[in-house]
T-cell receptor, first 114, second 114 residues
Framework: DTEVTQTPKHLVMGMTNKKSLKCEQHMGHRAMYWYKQKAKKPPELMFV???????INESVPSRFSPECPNSSLLNLHLHALQPEDSALYLC?????????????FGPGTRLTVL | AQSVTQLGSHVSVSEGALVLLRCNYSSSVPPYLFWYVQYPNQGLQLLLK??????LVKGINGFEAEFKKSETSFHLTKPSAHMSDAAEYFC????????????FGRGTQLTVWP
């Protein structure tokens, strides 16, 4: 099974709301990723977790707060977002962060910030 | 530093025609190369990958790609396009000191005409 699941599929939030995105994989992968993708653009790396520890933060604003509660789960907490944060948020996982393994992507959460 | 250039942001072919999507890479180390496909409002799905084994790589849905070191290319081909191939295609490169990070090209939108 090479499935990465993400919930919710769609999310609309105001600029003062707090919401969370959830990602789950059961492939035994030890690296998990958050990407942001704008329309007609490639995914942009936001965060990387390796063995449940944050390894990479690509200078993402603090209104985005990642969390990795265990090896199968990855959350992205959202607070005080801006309209320009509207995008498709993709979660991915791979066997390891230490080599360029295949990254398996979830279907994404389509976020709209009003 | 590693990078990918995808020549042609849009490619249009007739159903049954050859599909050729171009990808050139830049890497100071032996590269790992990937092609992903993204259908509208979905995540990225791996089509195929090159990891220094056979230079001709076969993937899913009848796609294949050939690694040519002398040309630093990894072009994606399919002998006969199908309407269902219409999607965005991303080439990505990884390897070396960048650990598991993948560098994506800007993408190529494939349109298939009946």
């Amino acid at each position: 099974d090479t499935e990465v699941t993400q919930t919710p599929k769609h999310l609309v939030m105001g600029m003062t709301n707090k919401k969370s995105l959830k990602c789950e994989q059961h492939m035994g992968h030890r690296a998990m990723y958050w990407y942001k993708q704008k329309a007609k653009k490639p995914p942009e790396l936001m965060f990387v977790y390796s063995y449940e520890k944050l390894s990479i933060n690509e200078s993402v604003p603090s209104r985005f707060s990642p969390e990795c509660p265990n090896s199968s789960l990855l959350n992205l907490h959202l607070h005080a977002l801006q309209p320009e944060d509207s995008a498709l948020y993709l979660c991915a996982s791979s066997l390891s962060w230490t080599s360029p393994d295949t990254q398996y992507f979830g279907p994404g959460t389509r976020l709209t910030v009003l | 530093a590693q990078s990918v250039t995808q020549l042609g942001s849009h490619v249009s072919v007739s159903e049954g025609a050859l599909v050729l999507l171009r990808c050139n890479y830049s890497s100071s180390v032996p590269p790992y190369l990937f092609w992903y496909v993204q259908y509208p409002n979905q995540g990225l799905q791996l089509l195929l990958k090159y990891t220094s084994a056979a230079t001709l790589v076969k993937g899913i849905n009848g796609f294949e790609a050939e690694f040519k070191k002398s040309e630093t290319s990894f072009h994606l081909t399919k002998p006969s396009a199908h309407m269902s191939d219409a999607a965005e295609y991303f080439c990505a490169v990884g390897g070396g000191s960048t650990l598991g990070r993948l560098y994506f090209g800007r993408g190529t939108q494939l349109t298939v005409w009946p």
